[in-house]
């Protein structure tokens, strides 16, 4: 429901830059729009066989539940209260509103 999308994220996508010296740097870029209201719930067993068919994760997951946002995908990265999250899988569902739900995976950055 709208009113548990209580979480306000960013997500992001890797970008590359050139160097001026015919390389690249990979950076991160905000979406448009960057800032997404979502839910953040601890995921169960089953739902990693639904949202990552074919995978063994033992990462600690979190299913993030929200309206759809057409720029996500697993490229993505989730910001949320200080920690990053990698999505690691996505299901788009063809209801009105249209909703995406996603597995999210935090990682550590150095």
Do not use: C
């Not at 979406?31 to 068919?53: G, H, N, Y």
């Not at 910001?79 to 788009?92: M, Q, S």
Request: charged share 15%; net charge negative; proline share 8%.
């Amino acid at each position: 429901m709208i009113g548990d999308y209580k979480h306000l994220v960013i997500f992001q996508d890797p970008t590359r830059t050139p160097d001026g010296v015919g390389g690249y740097t990979e950076t991160w870029a905000d979406l448009s729009p960057a800032t997404w209201k979502v839910a953040i719930v601890p995921a169960a067993a089953a739902d990693l066989e639904r949202l990552v068919p074919g995978t063994v994760l033992t990462q600690a997951t979190s299913r993030v539940l929200g309206h759809y946002h057409p720029g996500v995908s697993t490229s993505t990265r989730m910001l949320y209260n200080g920690k990053t999250f990698a999505i690691t899988g996505a299901i788009y569902v063809d209801t009105l509103p249209p909703t995406m739900e996603l597995a999210a995976v935090e990682t550590v950055i150095p």
